[in-house]
């Protein structure tokens, strides 16, 4: 999803816009000096209370002689068959939890593609190239400008090879070359780093929204690295920058049925045939602001893979606003008067999402909250039911359930409104800026750059929790919850290593 900041769709002059901010749905009640203290006495109460209890069992169990101890067998051994019972049922309810349970899904590791340093484009470069393709009037090109001005987006970010051409060459040719160089070349790091063989993945999600040829792209890489032929291959297309979350989510389901297995995503998007060359304002956004990029992802649910992995999946929660029409179309590729083809983007796009975002948070609240600000959040309701419609409802302190935030780097307009709406410290939405600012809107990669970043510094630390939210049409908002399993170093060849030196940077406002 990108930003609404710039909405509309007029195509005659260069309006004058307001940006659209989410609805202000966190009214928090300011609790800034007792609140991290009530945090801890809540969320230690169970803790609080066994402990006599245990101190108890044990001064008593202490007082037990020799002959108190010999009754108690001579007990057990009258009642030997209830006692054989009992332990019979234990053992078999236990080995039927066991067996019953949810496995574990590991992220091993993970690879994002870094695109070459020839295919970066620059404001100015950006601007005299839509000017000579001579598909643009002037107020297009105005509106083109203002876009990159308040985008968020640096001076490094990269397009396919195919719009360096004056004019552009976008083709079937083009779009699958810019497909398996972004797919290959994060596939071969994964590879690389993990030690993992090709022929040992017995399952691949690919997701990427509007390029899907036939063969698919997930045929494309069991072509290219020779998988083995039981595979289960899935491609998703059209999910928008979402899928991502989604394909995990895919793959998490496939890994409780398959035992001891490997499982491969693979998140992209396609840009060489989906560039807009026409004069519709809310058409024109997508070719500001979406860049090249993708990730590969290795998931596995084998026990003994904890000890290298990264990360353990904790959560995914996905809310789909489609049923509802205007949520369905906010993000919508068509054609436009005069035939040519794009997505256009509705005014309605940061409402939409701040609805989407209010439904997916009351669904992940309850599984991440510490019991604090659940019981806060239960209270206030109460009292605004019962005695006061006027009391401000209190949004719970998502600060207190995770220690990295991966917002999808949709936009800026999208990172101001969630940062502020979420209450969350620049340094939360640090890694979204800073990949909005080098990488540009990634699609469904996006949240993967950032959490590269937040390795890159050297953040992530053992037990931390990382939050992946992300927004794509449909309507979606779907979120993906992490625990680090251990003080996570970058990888090799991490996307942030020859520049993590310089950043964070100063913003313009």
């Not at 309006?15 to 969320?43: A, C, E, M, T």
């Not at 600060?399 to 502020?420: M, N, P, Q, S, T």
Request: hydrophobic share 40%.
């Amino acid at each position: 999803m990108v930003n609404g900041e710039e909405g509309g769709s007029g195509n005659n002059g260069v309006q004058v816009r307001q940006r659209r901010r989410l609805p202000d749905f966190l009214q928090s009640v300011n609790l800034k000096y007792v609140k991290l203290g009530y945090h801890y006495l809540i969320s230690h109460l169970l803790t609080l209370c066994l402990v006599p209890l245990m101190a108890v069992v044990v001064v008593e169990a202490s007082r037990l002689s020799l002959d108190d101890i010999h009754q108690l067998w001579i007990q057990l051994q009258y009642n030997l068959v209830g006692f054989v019972v009992f332990s019979a049922v234990v053992v078999f309810a236990s080995t039927v939890y066991i067996m019953s349970r949810p496995r574990s899904v590991y992220l091993v590791d993970y690879a994002c593609y870094l695109p070459p340093s020839r295919l970066k484009v620059k404001y100015q470069q950006f601007m005299e190239h839509s000017k000579l393709t001579g598909d643009f009037d002037e107020s297009s090109l105005e509106f083109q400008r203002k876009i990159l001005e308040r985008s968020g987006l640096g001076e490094e970010t990269v397009v396919p090879e195919a719009m360096h051409y004056i004019p552009p060459r976008p083709s079937m040719a083009a779009a699958r070359e810019e497909a398996e160089q972004v797919m290959f070349g994060a596939l071969d790091k994964l590879f690389a780093n993990t030690n993992v063989k090709p022929r040992d993945v017995g399952i691949l999600v690919v997701n990427c929204s509007l390029f899907n040829p036939t063969p698919s792209l997930s045929a494309m890489i069991v072509n290219k690295y020779k998988m083995r032929g039981n595979i289960r291959s899935f491609n998703l297309g059209g999910m928008g920058c979402s899928a991502g979350v989604v394909a995990v989510d895919l793959a998490k389901d496939m890994l409780q049925v398959h035992r001891n297995s490997y499982a491969i995503v693979v998140s992209t998007e396609n840009i060489t045939q989906n560039w807009y060359f026409g004069n519709k304002k809310s058409m024109l956004i997508p070719n500001c602001l979406f860049r090249v990029g993708g990730a590969a992802v290795l998931l596995s649910n084998w026990p003994s893979d904890r000890r290298r992995s990264k990360y353990k999946l904790v959560h995914v929660v996905r809310t789909h606003c489609g049923a509802n029409d205007k949520a369905f179309k906010c993000v919508y590729q068509e054609q436009d008067d005069v035939g040519k083809t794009g997505v256009s983007l509705s005014k309605d796009l940061m409402a939409i999402a701040g609805g989407a975002l209010k439904t997916n948070i009351t669904t992940l609240g309850p599984l991440v909250l510490p019991i604090s600000e659940q019981i806060l959040f239960f209270v206030t309701l109460v009292a605004k039911k019962l005695f006061n419609a006027k009391i401000k409802p209190y949004i719970p302190d998502f600060k207190l359930a995770f220690d990295h935030f991966c917002i999808h780097a949709g936009g800026r307009a999208v990172i101001d409104e969630l940062e502020k709406n979420l209450q969350l410290l620049p340094v939360h939405a640090e890694a979204s800026r800073m990949t909005l600012h080098r990488f540009g809107n990634t699609s469904s990669s996006s949240i993967w750059y950032e959490l590269a970043y937040t390795e890159a510094k050297g953040r992530m630390q053992k037990g931390n929790r990382v939050w992946q939210i992300a927004f794509g049409s449909g309507f979606k908002c779907n979120s993906a919850v992490w625990i680090a399993l251990r003080n996570v170093k970058p990888s090799p060849n991490n996307p942030w290593e020859d520049c993590i030196h310089r950043y964070p940077v100063q913003l313009n406002p």
